[in-house]
């Protein structure tokens, strides 16, 4: 994962100024690599003390993200906390192998103050459908465990797994014909 940070002022005079950075979730070590940038501009504005020498240099002041690996969808001045929050997501969805945007729209629908326990402890998996999920969570909790094998067919999965979609239980993000299922308890 990486991020394109563009000069400001280099890009306000028609000039492409900007380097790839290594997204991290070390917002210090990101803000050291960008203000290097900002230090190489060739329309520097502002004077700044060097980190190593201490001595003043000329530097860009401003820079926003013009690009983006990895990340999913960034806007331009999300700032370097956000894009330290977005690996960290990118992990947990690793993690648990799900799609970042998977993760990043369950952020979006603001379930938890803490996105990354909320998935990490009540992802229930993925599933073609809600009936899909109703079938496989029956059987997997054994369910069906007191129903005679002649009645078992006669249960309706579509309506439960809609009872289920509707109920609040369930916290659900569908992309690319999939669902992935939260506990929302």
């Known amino acids: 994962m990486r991020f394109y940070a563009a000069c400001l002022a280099s890009y306000n005079a028609g ?3 900007g380097a790839w950075i290594d997204a991290s979730d070390d917002v210090a070590e ?3 690599e960008v203000n290097a940038m900002l230090r190489a501009s060739p329309f ?3 004077t700044v003390t060097h980190p190593v020498t201490g001595a003043a240099v000329a ?3 401003e820079w926003a993200i013009h690009d983006s690996e990895g990340l999913g969808n960034i ?4 700032g370097l906390a956000a894009i330290a929050e977005r690996v960290k997501l990118a992990e947990v969805a690793d993690d648990i192998g799900i799609p970042l945007s998977v993760v990043l729209e369950v952020k979006d ?3 938890s103050n803490d996105v990354e326990s909320f998935i990490r402890e009540n992802y229930q998996g993925q599933y073609d459908s809600w009936t899909d999920f109703a079938e496989k969570f029956t059987d997997e909790t054994d369910g069906l465990s007191g129903v ?3 009645l ?3 249960i309706d999965f579509e309506r439960m797994g809609n009872d289920w979609r509707i109920s609040g239980d369930y916290h659900h993000v569908e992309q690319d014909g999939s669902l992935f299922v939260f506990w929302n308890h």
């Open 148 to 150: 005679p094998e002649h």
């Open 15 to 17: 000039v492409l100024h």
């Open 75 to 78: 806007a331009e001045y999300a």
């Open 109 to 111: 629908d603001n379930v």
């Open 30 to 32: 990101m803000q050291l």
């Open 44 to 46: 520097p504005n502002v």
């Open 59 to 61: 530097s860009a002041e």
């Open 152 to 154: 078992r067919s006669y």
